[in-house]
T-cell receptor
Framework: SQKIEQNSEALNIQEGKTATLTCNYTNYSPAYLQWYRQDPGRGPVFLLLIRENEKEKRKERLKVTFDTTLKQSLFHITASQPADSATYLCGYTGGFKTIFGAGTRLFVKA | SAVISQKPSRDICQRGTSLTIQCQVDSQVTMMFWYRQQPGQSLTLIATANQGSEATYESGFVIDKFPISRPNLTFSTLTVSNMSPEDSSIYLC??????????FGEGSWLTVV
């Protein structure tokens, strides 16, 4: 069955460092991947979308890569700040549906 | 982009009752979806809301329990029927734009007692 996996362990980093989150998928070839931020008690907020024919996408301090050979996407936050602390979800879309991973909790310490 | 409004944002419901959640999008969108997110869990797709026809349900979800309507391109409702404590969850409405991005509402937090 289709499966999408994110590191279930929380990621703790120091302010100013780069946070790297991983998203792996199996048994599927998504047309594109999307990354979201979710704060407690809030709905997910869209951050970036990357298509299967794109290797990398950037937006301000955010960067996403998509490796269809490894079936993996990496999400980077450079110069991280305490305000970046949240849960980050990846979702892949093929056809009409988008399936999400369980999310990775990021803590950025000042 | 799309801005999605859901209501109610939060409710406490009695066991055995039903609750309808409304979802309004500020622009016409190609597709609308309903997800559930249980505490500490990821998003689980309940169904795709189809305009003018029956929703398409995912495995484990049935129309009798989660009837969905979508009368037009910007509005949808999800009803959670005959609620039990296991239905306590966040229910999220989402919409897919022409650019294929999925946007979410803030969610409806339901607690069944």
């Amino acid at each position: 069955s289709q499966k999408i996996e994110q590191n279930s362990e929380a990621l703790n980093i120091q302010e100013g460092k780069t946070a790297t989150l991983t998203c792996n998928y199996t048994n599927y070839s998504p047309a594109y991947l999307q990354w979201y931020r979710q704060d407690p008690g809030r709905g997910p907020v869209f951050l970036l979308l990357i298509r299967e024919n794109e290797k990398e996408k950037r937006k301000e301090r955010l960067k996403v890569t998509f490796d269809t050979t490894l079936k993996q996407s990496l999400f980077h936050i450079t110069a991280s700040q305490p305000a970046d602390s949240a849960t980050y979800l990846c979702g892949y879309t093929g056809g009409f549906k988008t399936i999400f991973g369980a999310g990775t909790r990021l803590f950025v310490k000042a | 982009s799309a801005v999605i409004s859901q209501k109610p944002s939060r409710d406490i419901c009695q066991r055995g009752t039903s609750l309808t959640i409304q979802c309004q999008v500020d622009s016409q969108v190609t597709m609308m979806f309903w997800y559930r997110q249980q505490p500490g869990q990821s998003l689980t797709l309940i169904a795709t809301a189809n305009q003018g026809s029956e929703a398409t349900y995912e495995s484990g979800f049935v129309i009798d329990k989660f009837p969905i309507s979508r009368p037009n391109l910007t509005f949808s409702t999800l009803t959670v029927s005959n609620m039990s404590p296991e239905d306590s969850s966040i229910y999220l409405c989402s919409a897919r734009t022409g650019g294929n991005t999925i946007y979410f509402g803030e969610g409806s937090w339901l607690t069944v007692v």
